[in-house]
């Protein structure tokens, strides 16, 4: 391919290919330069080239619902080629990455991205993601090969080979993926079904990685209290890729969670624990099994952690091995995912505690 002139019978442009930039399982990719004058198509470009239809046609179709989105990669031409053999390749014409894909480049700088420009690029492909998500439509290859960096350190997402349209909300069948970012539980075929939510937990490793500077490994969730950002962004990571059922459920939903923090888990005010279903949460004073009897012993009903009944919780010390900051244990992170989906959770202080069950006396 390289040095050698193709032609688009769809354009009529001519592009000569000069260099491979990479390959994989779709083909390859070149570096190319336009011929001729065009209005649309840059003069410096990508030439996608595959054997396989299906991949052409999925994303020469995405390529034309996104085209003009400034966070996705432009598809610009698609096109046959018929060989001297009479085999058909298939091009597509890509908008020019110039500092390569995400994992490259993040091999080159060697450093981590500060909070607010990871905030803002990964928020930029969300949007990409979330218009998928509104057609019913998953991406399943949200990997750093295919996030790539424009110019001003701009992130735009591209590869749409495997996107596939949902029927319903139940997700798609899960049997073509990248092991890189792909969540352990439908590598474990635990899960059957791949979901939005599965995307989510992809772009979350992009996050991630982005915050610790290196794409070569997947971000597990011990490693986020080491990040080197706020409890709230690594609060945002551990949603995205700890427990499935606690995921941000789409796109739209973690660009939320990007870009309006959530309010401060303040103490309320209660007068009596009668009747109240209470758990516990950081290091108190004394005993847990003491704070439990004590509870108990003023009508509580007691809860291990959070659930979908637990009204009142009571906030010890912080443990400062919490999974995710001082303010992100895995029970403060559910209460805040709880009261966003509207339920009434009271915040105690262990002060509070004691005066009250001390009160009942």
């Known amino acids: 391919m390289p040095d050698r002139i193709i032609a688009s019978p769809e354009t009529r442009l001519q592009y000569r290919v000069e260099r491979l930039l990479g390959e994989g399982g779709f ?61 058909v390749l298939y091009c597509l014409t890509l908008e020019y990455a110039r500092h390569g894909d995400l994992s490259a480049y993040l091999s080159r700088g060697g450093k981590g991205w500060s909070e607010a420009g990871a905030r803002r690029e990964i928020a930029g492909i969300l949007e990409v993601l979330g218009k998928l998500h509104r057609g ?113 459920e789409n796109a739209h939903e973690m660009i939320a969670a990007l870009t309006h923090p959530p309010p401060t888990l303040k103490v309320g005010v209660l007068r009596t624990l009668k009747g109240v279903h209470l758990a516990f949460t950081g290091i108190l004073s004394k005993r847990r099994s ?38 992100a244990g895995l029970k403060l992170m559910e209460i805040k995912r709880l009261r966003e989906k509207g339920q009434r959770i009271t915040l105690l202080n262990e002060q509070q505690f004691w005066r009250l069950v001390t009160a009942r006396r």
């Open 136 to 248: 019913q439509a998953l991406h399943r290859d949200l990997t750093p090969l295919n996030v790539f960096v424009c110019d001003g350190r701009r992130l735009k997402l591209g590869d749409f080979g495997i996107v596939r349209q949902q029927s319903d909300q139940r997700g798609i069948t899960a049997h073509t993926m990248n092991v890189l970012t792909a969540p352990s539980d439908i590598l474990a075929r635990a899960t059957p079904r791949w979901q939005a939510r599965d995307d989510v937990y992809q772009v979350g490793q992009l996050l991630g990685m982005l915050i610790k500077g290196d794409a070569q490994t997947r971000m597990r969730p011990h490693e986020i209290r080491r990040l080197t950002c706020s409890d709230h962004l690594k609060e945002i990571v551990y949603r995205c890729i700890g427990e499935r059922r606690k995921r941000y």
């Open 27 to 87: 083909g390859q990719v070149y570096l190319a330069t336009r011929l001729g004058r065009s209005p649309v198509v840059p003069e410096v470009v990508c030439v996608k080239v595959s054997a396989r239809i299906d991949g052409w046609l999925r994303e020469a179709y995405f390529g034309q619902l996104l085209d003009g989105h400034p966070r996705a990669i432009r598809v610009y031409d698609a096109f046959p080629l018929v060989r001297a053999d009479g085999n």
């Open 290 to 327: 003491e704070a439990i009897r004590a509870a108990r012993r003023a009508g509580a009903i007691i809860h291990s952690g959070p659930s979908a009944k637990t009204s009142v919780v009571v906030r010890g010390r912080p443990n400062p091995l919490q999974a995710a900051g001082r303010e």
